[in-house]
């Protein structure tokens, strides 16, 4: 149904910004390759996020940035 799919597909949006957000508190300002590695390790298998996405949002965390919004 039209109805599940998008309900999941907001859950998965849910729990993307909140790892975001964990990795932005606790790697706020630290070198991009402990971010990038923190990500990777934290956001879930599925939906995946593109590498330039991945790249963005940890360049922004290593600048002390939340892209989270949260």
Do not use: K, W
Not at 22 to 27: G, L, Q
Not at 28 to 40: E, N
Request: proline share 6%; with cysteine.
């Amino acid at each position: 149904m039209i109805v599940d799919r998008a309900t999941r597909e907001h859950e998965n949006n849910l729990v993307l910004f909140r790892v975001v957000h964990e990795v932005a508190v606790r790697h706020s300002g630290a070198p991009y390759h402990q971010v990038i590695a923190a990500l990777t390790a934290c956001l879930p298998g599925a939906p995946r996020l593109a590498a330039d996405e991945l790249r963005r949002i940890a360049e922004e965390i290593s600048l002390g940035r939340d892209p989270s919004g949260l």
